[in-house]
Nanobody, 120 residues
Framework: QVQLVESGGGLVQPGGSLRLSCAAS????????MGWYRQAPGKQRELVAS???????TYGSSAKGRFTISRDNAKKTVYLQMNSLRPDDTAVYYC??????????????WGQGTQVTVSS
């Protein structure tokens, strides 16, 4: 019913930048909170940042001051600009969205994940 497709991951050197994108499609009546989570090997999935439809943003402690989340409601897309990347930012980054579908269901949707590797 709802698909989230991430892009923009890859390999970057420490101190570098990456911009992740996540586009939502399908039977979407409205998108509420959208966000990014990440999971490193052997660790639990953690919140990186989330943003409400009107633009209110919340950041996890690891992202504050380095990452910026934004969204384009017309494009049903959320972005994560990541600067000053460190090796401990290496993880699979997952897009998440709280969706109200066309038939009125409230859905918690996840993307397939995109790998971010920070290494020299």
């Amino acid at each position: 019913q709802v698909q989230l497709v991430e892009s923009g991951g890859g390999l970057v050197q420490p101190g570098g930048s990456l911009r992740l994108s996540c586009a939502a499609s399908g039977s979407i009546f409205s998108l509420n909170a959208m966000g990014w989570y990440r999971q490193a090997p052997g660790k639990q999935r953690e919140l990186v940042a989330s943003i409400m439809a009107r633009g209110d943003a919340t950041y996890g402690s690891s992202a504050k001051g380095r990452f910026t989340i934004s969204r384009d409601n017309a494009k049903k897309t959320v972005y994560l600009q990541m600067n000053s990347l460190r090796p401990d930012d290496t993880a699979v980054y997952y897009c998440h969205a709280d969706v109200r579908s066309d038939d009125g269901l409230l859905l918690s949707s996840w993307g397939q994940g995109t790998q971010v590797t920070v290494s020299s």
